[in-house]
C-alpha cells in the first residue's frame, strides 16, 4: 500500500503552484530513493492512521492513492 502526498499532492489540488521536483510516495514499509524516467521518487514510511486520510483518484484510466484535500491543505500550512 502506498499514497503520494508531501507537495506533489498540494499540487494535484491546486493548493500551491509550486511544481514538485520530487515525488513523495508514503508507505508501511519502504523508506528510501529511486529515481523513474529522471524524476526522484522519495519513499517514506508512516502510519497506518494516515492511510484513513487518502483518496482514490483516476487520470487516464489510472488510478492512483493521494492524500486528500483537507489534509493536504493541513500539511501546506504546516509547511508555510
Given at each position: 500500500n502506498?499514497?503520494?502526498?508531501?507537495?506533489?499532492?498540494?499540487?494535484?489540488?491546486?493548493?500551491?503552484?509550486?511544481v514538485?521536483?520530487?515525488?513523495?510516495?508514503?508507505?508501511?514499509?519502504?523508506?528510501?530513493?529511486?529515481?523513474?524516467?529522471?524524476?526522484?521518487?522519495?519513499?517514506?514510511?508512516?502510519?497506518?492512521?494516515?492511510?484513513?486520510?487518502?483518496?482514490?483518484?483516476?487520470?487516464?484510466?489510472?488510478?492512483?492513492?493521494?492524500?486528500?484535500?483537507?489534509?493536504?491543505?493541513?500539511?501546506?500550512?504546516?509547511?508555510?
Open positions: 502506498y499514497f503520494i502526498g508531501g507537495w506533489s499532492a498540494a499540487n494535484y489540488w491546486r493548493l500551491t503552484e509550486q514538485p521536483a520530487k515525488i513523495e510516495v508514503y508507505s508501511l514499509k519502504r523508506s528510501g530513493q529511486k529515481i523513474i524516467l529522471n524524476t526522484p521518487f522519495i519513499f517514506r514510511k508512516t502510519s497506518a492512521k494516515k492511510f484513513k486520510q487518502i483518496v482514490t483518484k483516476k487520470i487516464k484510466g489510472h488510478s492512483f492513492k493521494i492524500l486528500n484535500k483537507e489534509e493536504s491543505k493541513k500539511w501546506l500550512s504546516r509547511r508555510t
